[in-house]
């Protein structure tokens, strides 16, 4: 049943978008975002206004889907290239809590922005919010809904292995949060981790997207699946060719009409016929055309802060 009247926590119907005035692929994150392109560097202003023209649109796409969207301005004075991606250093949870989070390079730890925090606590209940952004001065890194996918209904964190999620920084986050750790090994074609597990994989209400041919250990990669297929999910396997089209990162949220999976045209682009059909049986395929943004290594889940909070009224 996929109807406004079933909701789940697995699919906010709110979330956080960051329009930024001055993007461009950062070069802080080059070395071990492999998923990454450089932009071209004659045309500075030309990518910035495209990136704010792809922005401006999927917000409003989700908008008329009936998602309601938070949208706040990046000028650029802060210099965060990345800072359309603001899932990496906040998240939400139902029963009010928020976590703030340790990012491994100094340009994405001037993305925390108050401004964002008062916004949440003056329109949702919020009871607490649990700032673990102290632990980069001891250098243990876990960028958010980036580092982990998170099962809110099974409360399983899944979490690929690399320097932006240090398994210190994940226990204290699961001890909080009720979550139970699912770490695994990665390695793409030339043997490099993957970044971040939100371009792994998805896990949506009924269904899970995920890339097992980027996991390292075969054995690893059927607990995995069993996990997911134990909390009664139907797993769609994507392919590497498909993982690097963004297809694995995408995010169900929560609409007017019922569930959706909002994702990149790219993305859509790169599923199967099959593969699709079993998402739209319960979730609407919502394709948002990000090519610019996607230069920097990430897609619409990345664009993506869900809130998972009660509203105030």
């Known amino acids: 049943?996929?109807?406004?009247?079933?909701?789940?926590?697995?699919?906010?119907?709110?979330?956080?978008?960051?329009?930024?005035?001055?993007?461009?692929?950062?070069?802080?994150?080059?070395?071990?975002?492999?998923?990454?392109?450089?932009?071209?560097?004659?045309?500075?202003?030309?990518?910035?206004?495209?990136?704010?023209?792809?922005?401006?649109?999927?917000?409003?796409?989700?908008?008329?889907?009936?998602?309601?969207?938070?949208?706040?301005?990046?000028?650029?004075?802060?210099?965060?290239?990345?800072?359309?991606?603001?899932?990496?250093?906040?998240?939400?949870?139902?029963?009010?809590?928020?976590?703030?989070?340790?990012?491994?390079?100094?340009?994405?730890?001037?993305?925390?922005?108050?401004?964002?925090?008062?916004?949440?606590?003056?329109?949702?209940?919020?009871?607490d919010v649990i700032d673990y952004s102290g632990l980069e001065l001891d250098g243990l890194f876990l960028e958010g809904t980036g580092a982990m996918v998170l099962d809110h209904l099974a409360r399983v964190a899944y979490t690929a292995r690399s320097n932006r999620a240090d398994p210190v920084a994940l226990e204290r986050f699961c001890t909080h949060f009720n979550f139970e750790p699912m770490v695994f090994d990665t390695a793409d074609a030339a043997g490099r981790p993957v970044y971040h597990t939100n371009v792994l994989m998805c896990v949506a209400t009924a269904f899970a997207l995920v890339g097992f041919e980027l996991m390292a250990d075969g054995q690893r990669a059927a607990e995995v699946r069993a996990r997911l297929e134990e909390s009664g999910r139907e797993v769609i396997a994507l392919s590497a060719a498909q993982i690097a089209d963004f297809a694995g990162n995408a995010i169900e949220l929560s609409g007017r009409d019922g569930r959706l999976l909002a994702l990149s045209q790219r993305a859509f682009n790169s599923l199967t016929a099959t593969q699709t059909a079993i998402i739209e049986r319960t979730a609407r395929l919502v394709p948002l055309d990000v090519p610019t943004v996607e230069l920097a290594g990430g897609s619409v889940r990345c664009m993506i802060a869900g809130v998972h909070l009660s509203p105030r009224c």
């Open 1 to 127: 049943m996929n109807s406004p009247l079933f909701r789940s926590i697995q699919a906010p119907a709110a979330v956080v978008m960051v329009r930024p005035h001055r993007f461009t692929p950062n070069p802080e994150t080059t070395a071990d975002n492999a998923f990454q392109r450089p932009a071209d560097p004659t045309a500075t202003q030309a990518v910035a206004d495209a990136a704010y023209r792809e922005v401006t649109s999927a917000a409003e796409r989700l908008e008329t889907e009936g998602v309601r969207v938070h949208l706040f301005e990046d000028r650029g004075e802060r210099d965060t290239p990345d800072s359309v991606f603001p899932n990496n250093w906040f998240s939400t949870h139902p029963g009010g809590h928020v976590a703030l989070y340790p990012m491994a390079l100094p340009s994405r730890r001037r993305e925390r922005r108050a401004d964002v925090i008062e916004l949440l606590k003056a329109g949702y209940r919020m009871q």
